[in-house]
């Protein structure tokens, strides 16, 4: 499938890969964020200079599990939107 059926995908709420990519297990999915806020924890109160459980905003993101088993946030490159290798994970 191509970027933009992935990203519907994506807020149905699947789990997404591409075929191209190398890494075994390595997927995307969307996260809603917090709209409303949330009470930041002393590491991103320490990375933002506010106090820990400040209430924190976040935007709706996409976020990536990496092929060793950790996840980070994620943003697209030119050859993952114009790719056609895109696919939902069982």
């Known amino acids: 499938m191509n970027f933009g059926k992935a990203i519907e995908e994506l807020k149905k709420g699947k789990r997404l890969t591409r075929k191209g990519w190398n890494g075994k297990g390595m997927f995307i999915v969307y996260q809603k964020g917090y709209p409303d806020g949330i009470p930041c924890n ?5 990375a ?10 976040c935007r709706p993101y996409i976020q990536m599990r990496c092929a060793d088993g950790t996840h980070q946030m994620w943003t697209a ?9 895109w696919e939902v994970v069982a």
């Open 77 to 85: 490159s030119q050859t993952d939107i114009l790719s056609e290798d």
């Open 48 to 57: 933002y200079g506010y106090e820990e459980g400040t209430l924190f905003k």
């Open 42 to 46: 002393k590491q991103t109160a320490e």
